[in-house]
């Protein structure tokens, strides 16, 4: 999680070339707010769009817990830093109480997963579609609950933070997991430094399109990499042609993405 957070700060530094990041969080630091106030990060550019990752909000079977709504001042949220935005802002939704009086702890999600199965936290966060091998390890020996949320809750949530609507992890998609359940979602966007060659942006974009299928039996969420997902991120405004490198810019629109 650390190094996700230093990522922006790299391709702004030129240290790294590419990478692969959540479009909240590098519009957080494009823009120099929240945890990168002072700090803006204006040199890095949209690529194209990669995957929906979209979380779970957890707790065990044996908790009192079913709904986003019950999750009181007294619970326990462990979460990884880069999550802790994304919980606060749900609670904030929901509107039962103050977000900031929540005990947080911040951890990775092997340690958030473990303090679940301990009893150390009551409820967690992990991202959670296409698939997260830890979430399925606890769901497997331990048993877990998603928490539901209400469509007053999921209606809030995406009318005050657009930037990451509500999607919904499939039914049956871990261990007792018989119900689709809907949380919010980390769009995942590939970035560049703005002084990386238009060639190279152009053929890394080409190659990446047009491989998708092999690059899907590496990891489900490599499925994703299509013209129609960066033509959805440009729709749904987590993408902008203007903050895109132009040999993106280009490769898209030879493929009639605009």
Known sequence: ????????????????????????????????????????????????????????????????????????????????????????????????????????????????AEALGDGNADVIILTAYPYNGTLDSVASTKGVRFLTVSDETRAKHDELYPANTMMAVPADTYRGQTEERWAPTIYTVLYANKNLSEDIVYEMTKTLIENVDEIALTHPSGAGITLETTQRYLDGGIMKLDRMHPGAVKYFAENGVE
């Open 1 to 112: 999680p650390a190094q996700l957070q230093q990522l922006p700060a790299m391709l702004q530094s030129g240290e790294a070339a590419v990478g692969i990041g959540m479009a909240c969080m590098f519009e957080r630091a494009w823009a120099g707010t929240a945890e990168y106030t002072g700090n803006a990060q204006s040199d890095i550019m949209q690529v194209l769009g990669m995957y929906d990752n979209i979380y779970g909000i957890l707790t065990l079977d044996s908790s009192p817990y079913y709904a986003v709504e019950d999750i009181t001042e007294k619970t326990v949220v462990a979460s990884t830093a880069t999550n802790l935005t994304t919980i606060k802002q749900l609670i904030t939704a929901a509107g039962t109480f103050d977000p900031e009086k929540v005990d947080y702890r911040v951890m990775s999600y092997a340690q958030a």
